[in-house]
């Protein structure tokens, strides 16, 4: 399981923030989850970074499962794993560490799962806010930073990673229909999402990301 505990003796000011960063494969989410990390230490924040599907034994144990090549599952199958896995999240990870004052930084969340099971895969929307309300109930991330690049270039991001999983090796169509569920999304509710061109210099997009949590935190 990988889980990065972060947390600095700062008296706590703020409520506790829950931040997720997601984009379609090949958007950059690795490489600037160490912006956010940066961003966090520097503040002295407490701050915990968790993963989706993942962060508890459970998850992670499905996270094999769905990212599997050769894991064959029904559409349904597919979103109700991810679900069980967000539910443990949530109950084991998150809501704890927020009670306690500490920050969750999520490297993906349920706007995957409307992306990827509901663009990409055709699973109803109405179906999954179903899921989405019995599951978090209220819970809903404070900002969701949104990372975009072309089809192309992330097509050609993942040609250059090490083996592919499960999603990483369908078609370009399936990525095409993810990136606009996500952009939709945003559209939708652009006070919680900051959509960041990620296909520019690593400074820009760096800057972008500080700017966006900064403007989240209302620090300077």
Known sequence: MIRTHLFFKTPITMKARFITLDGIDGAGKS?????????????????????????????????????????????????????????????????????????????????????????????????????????QGSLRPDLTILLDVPLEVSMSRLSETREKDRFEQEEATFFTRVREAYLQRAATAPQRYAVINSNRDRSLVQADIEAALTQHFQLT
């Open 31 to 135: 490489t600037n989850l160490a912006v956010i990390k940066s961003w966090f230490e520097a503040r002295k924040l407490p701050v915990l970074f968790t993963r989706e599907p993942g962060g508890t034994p459970v998850g992670e144990a499905l996270r094999k499962i769905l990212l599997n090549p050769a894991t064959q599952a029904g559409l349904r199958t597919e979103t109700l794993m991810m679900f069980a896995a967000r539910c443990q999240h949530i109950e084991d990870v998150i809501l704890p560490a927020l009670e306690k004052g500490i920050h969750i930084v999520s490297d993906r969340f349920t706007d995957a799962t409307f992306a990827y099971q509901g663009g990409g895969r055709g699973v109803p929307l109405a179906d999954i806010e179903i899921l989405e309300n019995w599951a």
